[in-house]
C-alpha cells in the first residue's frame, strides 16, 4: 500500500492541474446528478419485522384511512370563550371542508362528531382537527404541505386576537436538518488552527480546500441516490459533519510530514511522494476503521440505519481518496513554497566583548509535550486512576441516558409544529402528541361494532390509558382499530411500558374475544426502534471492541497496546455518553447550547457515535503509538533489566513529542466542526454533535495523551510484546510507510541494475513444537537480464525459495529485488509480471509450463525443473526457446531476453533441460544448510508456504 501511494503521491504531485480537474468535474457530474433525479430525503422511520410495522402493513391494506402520516391543527379559544360557539364552530367547520378538498387527504376528523371523543378538551377551550394522509410523509407533495399552512393562516385570520391556532402531528413531527452561520464558525476555526499549525496561510488552505470538495462530491452522490433508495434526512448532516472533520484531519496529516520534510532539507517532489505514502498509508487504515464501524452499523437491522452508515461511509471514503491525491497536487501548485514563516527566534543576552569566557549557553526550553509526556510517565500510577476515575465519574449521568424518535416537542419554540405540541399536551394532556393503535383482524365476528366497543372500554380501564378515542371496524367489517390516547408523552419511558403492557394482554384478549391484536403507530414505531437500537449496542459494541483489538495487534505486533487502546476507547464512549446524558437528560448547560427540551435523546445516538469514535479513537492511537514504536524498534539495546525500561519509557516520551503537534491540531479541528453543530444544530443532529465533540476532546486529550502514555510507561518493554507463532501468522500492514523508507534507502542497490539480486536473504518456518527452522539463511546471488539462476538445495527449500522470487512469500530478512522493484513492498507488481510454474505440484506439468510462458513475460520462475520426466525435457526446451523469440518479437526490442530462475538439482536434469533451450550457463545458488537448523521437513515448510506469508 505504502508503495502504491507513493508513486500516486509523486504522480499527483507531477499533474496537478490534472488532478484537480478531475476531482472538480466529478463534482459537476455528480451535482449535475443530484439536481436532476433527486426525490428528497425522507423523515419517516420504519423497521422491518417489528409488531408495529406489521401493524402498519395490515393498516395499509384493510383501513388506509389510519395507516398513512397523519397531522393536526389546534385551535385554542381566547380568555373567556369556547370553541362550541361562534365564531370558532364556523371556522372548525370550514377548516373540515378545506381539509377535505386536498389532494392525498383520505379523513378528516370533525372535533365535533358524534362518534368521535377526545377532540374537543374538557373545558371546552380547545379542539383538534385530525388529517390522514394517503401514504407517509415523504409522499405527501409540497403543494400539499404549503395548502395546509394556507388554510391554518386563514384559520387564525378569521378568529379573534386572542386566539391560538397551531399546525402540528406527524406530518411535522420531524424537521429537515439544515446548515446556519454556526457551522461556519466551526471551519473557520479550524482554519485557525491550521494557520497556527503551518505558520502558512496559503498551506492552511490545503486541508479545508481538498475537504470541502470531498463533502460536495459526496453530498451530492447522496442526493442522486434518491432517486433509487430512501435516505433518511439526517444521513447529509451527518456526512457533512464526518466529511468536513476527516478530510481536514487527513489533508492535515499529509501535509504536516510534507512540511516537516522540506524543512528537513528533502526536495518538495521527493518529499510529497514520500508524505502520501508514509503519513497517507495511515490515513488510509484510519478511513478504513472509519468506513468498517460505520458499515457495521447494520448490525442492529435497521433499514434507515444502515442507509445512513452507507452515506456516512461514502463521505468517509471520498475523503480519503481526495486526501491522497488532491492533496499532493495542492503541493504540487505551491512547489516548495511550504516552509512557512519561521519561528520566532528567542532573545539571548548580549554578553561584553571584552570578556574573557564566552557566556554559558541558556538551557533549551522544553515545548509543552514533551514538558506534559515527561510529567505523564514520570507519575504513570497516579495519571492512570485519577484518568480513569475522572471519566468514571463523568459517566455517571450516563445510566439516566434514555432514547426515543424525535418529535414536534424537541423543535424549537419557534415552530409552529412545536406550539401544536404544546397546546395539545397543555389542554388534551401529554399523550394527544402520540396516540397508540391497536388492529387486528375480526372477520369472524357477527357484531364487529359491540365487538370494538367492548376491546375500547376494557382497554380503557388499563393503567397509563388517559382514553380510548376511537374503538370501531373498517367500512367492510373485516379489520378492528382501537386509537388509545396514554396518560404520558410519546417520549416518556411510561408510555414505552404502556406499550410492552398493551401486548403483554395479547393472549388473553385472544382468547377473550378471538381478536389477534397488534400495537402500532408513529409512536409505537418509534419505541420498537429504540429497543431495537438498545438490543443492537451490545453486539455491536462487542463488534467494534474486538476489531480494534484485531487490527490494533496487526498493526503494533503487540498484544497490550490493543488492549489499552480498547479500554482508552470504552471510556470515551461511556464519557461521551455521560456528557450527552448530563446536558438532554439533567439539563446542565441546556439553555447555552440551546436546547428545546430536555428528555430522550435521538435513539440512533448511541450506535452512531460508537462507530465514529471508534474510528477517530484508532486515528489518534495510530498516530501517536506508531511514532513511540518506531522509535523503541530503533533505540532498543539488547540489555535486560533497567537499561531497557528507560528505553521503552525514553521511546514512548520522544515517539509522544514528535506527533503531539499534529493529533492535537487535528483533535482541535474535529471538536470544532462537531462543536459548530450543536448551537444551532437540528434537534436529531445536535445530540450526536455534542457526543462526537466531547468524544473527541475526552479521547484525544485524555485518554490518547494521559492515560496511554502513561499506561505504557508502566509496562515499559511489555508493551511491546507478542508471542512469535502470532506474530507470524498474523498479516502485515505498513501504515508508516516503512516500504517506502526502505525503497527509499535502498534505491541506488544493486549498483549495477539486474533481473534478481538478493543480499543476505532468510526464509525461516514454523516447526510448532520444534520451535523456529530456518529453510535457507543469508543468500547473496543476482542475475542479469536474460541470464539464468539455478537454485539447488532440499527440495522444500528450493520451492519456497522459487516462490519468494515470485513474490507468493515474503523473505524474513535481507534485500530482494526483482525485475527493479525491491520486494515485498512491490510484491503486488511482482506477482502480476513475473511467471511461476510448479512443474512437480500437478499432474500435467507442460500444461503448468505452458500457462506460465503465455503472455511472453520477461521472467519465469520454474519450480522442480529436474523432476520433469525425460519424454518432456525437450517439449520444456522447446517452449522455453519459443517464449524468449515471442518475447523478442512482441516487446519489438531485439535485445529483450527471458530471464529464468529455476530450482532443480545441479546434477539432475534441470541443466540439461536448460541446456537444450539455448539458455546461457546457469549461475548456481547452492542454499545453506546450517547445522545449527533443523532439516526442514515437508511439514514445516508446507506450512511456511501456506500460511499468512504465502501472498498468492
Not at 120 to 131: K, P, Y
Not at 426 to 440: A, K, Q, R, V
Not at 675 to 682: H, Q
Request: charged residues 20%; aromatic residues 6%; hydrophobic residues 50%.
Amino acid at each position: 500500500m505504502s508503495t502504491l501511494l507513493f508513486s500516486l503521491g509523486r504522480w499527483s504531485y507531477r499533474h496537478p492541474w490534472r488532478v484537480l480537474v478531475s476531482w472538480v468535474l466529478l463534482l459537476s457530474l455528480a451535482g449535475g446528478g443530484a439536481l436532476a433525479f433527486m426525490k428528497g430525503t425522507d423523515n419517516a422511520f420504519s423497521i422491518p419485522g417489528t409488531e408495529a410495522q406489521e401493524g402498519i402493513q395490515l393498516l395499509e391494506r384493510t383501513f388506509p384511512q389510519a395507516s398513512g402520516t397523519s397531522a393536526q391543527i389546534v385551535i385554542v379559544a381566547d380568555d373567556g370563550d369556547v370553541v362550541t360557539e361562534e365564531p370558532y364552530t364556523g371556522a372548525i367547520a370550514d377548516t373540515v371542508t378545506a381539509f377535505g378538498d386536498l389532494d392525498g387527504v383520505l379523513a378528516v376528523t370533525d372535533p365535533f362528531d358524534d362518534m368521535v371523543s377526545g377532540l374537543v378538551s374538557d373545558d371546552e377551550r380547545a379542539a383538534i382537527v385530525r388529517l390522514q394522509f394517503d401514504g407517509q410523509a415523504i409522499d405527501v407533495s409540497e403543494e400539499t404541505t404549503q395548502a395546509l399552512r394556507d388554510i391554518s393562516a386563514d384559520v387564525r385570520d378569521e378568529l379573534p386576537a386572542g386566539a391560538q391556532v397551531a399546525l402540528g402531528g406527524d406530518l411535522f413531527g420531524t424537521s429537515i436538518p439544515t446548515l446556519s452561520i454556526i457551522e461556519a464558525v466551526g471551519v473557520l476555526i479550524a482554519l485557525f488552527v491550521l494557520i497556527v499549525t503551518f505558520r502558512s496561510i496559503a498551506v492552511a488552505w490545503f486541508p479545508l480546500v481538498s475537504a470541502l470538495i470531498g463533502v460536495g462530491l459526496a453530498i451530492a452522490l447522496i442526493y442522486a441516490a434518491t432517486a433509487f433508495t430512501l435516505i433518511s434526512s439526517t444521513a447529509p448532516m451527518l456526512a457533512i459533519m464526518l466529511g468536513l472533520a476527516v478530510g481536514i484531519d487527513y489533508a492535515l496529516f499529509i501535509v504536516a510530514r510534507h512540511q516537516d520534510q522540506v524543512r528537513a532539507g528533502v526536495e518538495p517532489e521527493e518529499s510529497a511522494a514520500r508524505a502520501t505514502g508514509t503519513a497517507g498509508s495511515a490515513v488510509v487504515f484510519a478511513g478504513m476503521t472509519v468506513l468498517i464501524a460505520l458499515i457495521g452499523l447494520a448490525f442492529a437491522g435497521i433499514p434507515f440505519l444502515t442507509v445512513m452508515g452507507i452515506a456516512a461511509a461514502a463521505a468517509v471514503a471520498i475523503a480519503v481518496a481526495v486526501a491522497v491525491t488532491l492533496t499532493p497536487a495542492l503541493l504540487g501548485f505551491s512547489r516548495g513554497r511550504v516552509v512557512g514563516w519561521p519561528r520566532r527566534a528567542r532573545r539571548t543576552p548580549k554578553s561584553d566583548e571584552t570578556d574573557a569566557a564566552a557566556p554559558a549557553p541558556r538551557p533549551v526550553r522544553r515545548g509543552f509535550a514533551q514538558r506534559w509526556v515527561t510529567l505523564v510517565t514520570r507519575h504513570p500510577v497516579v495519571t492512570t486512576v485519577a484518568v480513569v476515575v475522572g471519566l468514571g465519574v463523568v459517566a455517571v449521568p450516563a445510566a439516566s441516558l434514555s432514547l426515543a424518535l424525535p418529535n414536534a416537542g424537541v423543535q424549537p419554540p419557534s415552530s409552529e409544529a412545536r406550539q401544536a405540541y404544546d397546546l395539545s399536551a397543555e389542554h388534551f394532556g401529554p399523550g394527544s402528541n402520540g396516540p397508540l393503535i391497536m388492529t387486528g383482524t375480526i372477520v369472524t365476528s357477527t357484531d364487529p361494532l359491540t365487538l370494538m366497543t367492548d376491546i375500547g372500554d376494557e382497554i380503557a380501564e388499563m393503567p397509563g390509558v388517559a382514553e380510548v378515542a376511537l374503538a370501531t371496524p373498517n367500512e367492510t367489517a373485516d379489520t378492528g382499530l382501537v386509537q388509545i390516547v396514554p396518560e404520558t408523552a410519546p417520549d416518556d419511558p411510561a408510555t414505552a411500558d404502556l406499550v410492552r403492557e398493551l401486548r403483554a394482554q395479547h393472549d388473553r384478549l385472544l382468547d377473550e374475544y378471538g381478536v389477534d391484536l397488534k400495537v402500532t403507530g408513529f409512536t409505537a414505531v418509534g419505541i420498537d426502534i429504540s429497543d431495537r437500537l438498545g438490543a443492537a449496542l451490545v453486539p455491536f459494541g462487542l463488534f467494534v471492541v474486538g476489531l480494534s483489538l484485531i487490527l490494533l495487534t496487526i498493526v503494533f505486533r503487540s498484544i497490550w497496546v490493543p488492549v489499552t487502546a480498547a479500554a482508552g476507547y470504552l471510556l470515551s464512549v461511556a464519557a461521551s455518553f455521560g456528557v450527552v446524558a448530563a446536558v438532554f437528560e439533567w439539563g446542565w448547560f441546556a439553555d447555552l447550547l440551546h436546547v428545546a427540551r430536555t428528555g430522550p435523546v435521538i435513539s440512533f445516538m448511541p450506535i452512531i457515535l460508537m462507530g465514529v469514535l471508534f474510528g477517530l479513537a484508532m486515528d489518534y492511537q495510530v498516530f501517536l503509538v506508531s511514532r513511540m514504536r518506531e522509535d523503541y524498534v530503533h533505540t532498543r539495546r539488547d540489555r535486560a533489566g533497567r537499561a531497557e525500561r528507560h528505553t521503552a519509557v525514553g521511546a514512548v516520551r520522544s515517539g509522544f513529542t514528535a506527533s503531539a503537534r499534529v493529533v492535537t491540531a487535528a483533535a482541535v479541528i474535529m471538536f470544532a466542526v462537531f462543536a459548530a453543530f450543536v448551537p444551532e444544530g437540528d434537534s436529531s443532529i445536535k445530540p450526536i454533535a455534542l457526543g462526537l465533540a466531547a468524544g473527541i476532546a475526552i479521547d484525544a486529550f485524555l485518554v490518547r495523551m494521559t492515560l496511554v502514555p502513561a499506561v505504557m510507561a508502566l509496562l515499559g518493554e511489555k508493551a511491546w510484546w507478542m508471542p512469535r507463532w502470532l506474530e507470524r501468522r498474523l498479516p502485515h500492514f505498513d501504515i508508516e510507510g516503512e516500504a517506502v523508507e526502505r525503497e527509499l534507502s535502498t534505491a541506488h542497490w544493486p549498483e549495477r541494475p539486474a533481473a534478481v539480486a538478493g543480499e543476505g536473504v532468510t526464509l525461516t518456518a514454523d516447526a510448532g513444537r520444534r520451535g523456529e527452522i530456518t529453510l535457507f539463511q543469508d543468500c547473496t546471488f543476482r542475475v542479469d537480464d536474460g541470464g539464468t539462476l539455478l537454485v539447488d538445495g532440499e527440495r522444500r527449500a528450493a520451492r519456497a525459495f522459487a516462490l519468494m522470487v515470485a513474490g507468493r512469500i515474503t523473505p524474513d530478512d535481507g534485500l530482494l529485488r526483482v525485475a527493479g522493484h525491491l520486494l515485498p513492498g512491490r510484491a503486488a507488481w511482482v506477482r502480476s509480471h513475473v511467471s511461476v510454474a510448479l512443474l512437480d505440484a500437478g499432474d500435467d506439468p507442460m500444461r503448468a509450463l505452458h500457462d506460465a510462458l503465455s503472455g511472453s513475460p520477461r521472467l519465469i520462475v520454474l519450480d522442480g525443473l529436474d523432476a520433469l520426466p525425460s519424454e518432456h525435457r525437450d517439449e520444456a526446451a522447446r517452449l522455453l526457446r519459443t517464449a524468449a523469440e515471442s518475447l523478442r518479437e512482441r516487446s519489438g526490442d531485439p535485445r529483450a531476453a527471458l530471464t529464468v530462475v529455476a530450482s532443480g538439482h545441479a546434477d539432475g536434469g534441470a541443466r540439461a533441460v536448460l541446456a537444450a533451450a539455448g539458455r546461457p550457463e546457469p549461475t548456481l545458488l547452492m542454499l545453506s544448510d546450517r547445522p545449527a537448523s533443523p532439516t526442514p521437513d515437508a511439514d514445516a515448510a508446507s506450512d511456511r508456504i501456506a500460511e499468512s506469508k504465502a501472498l498468492a
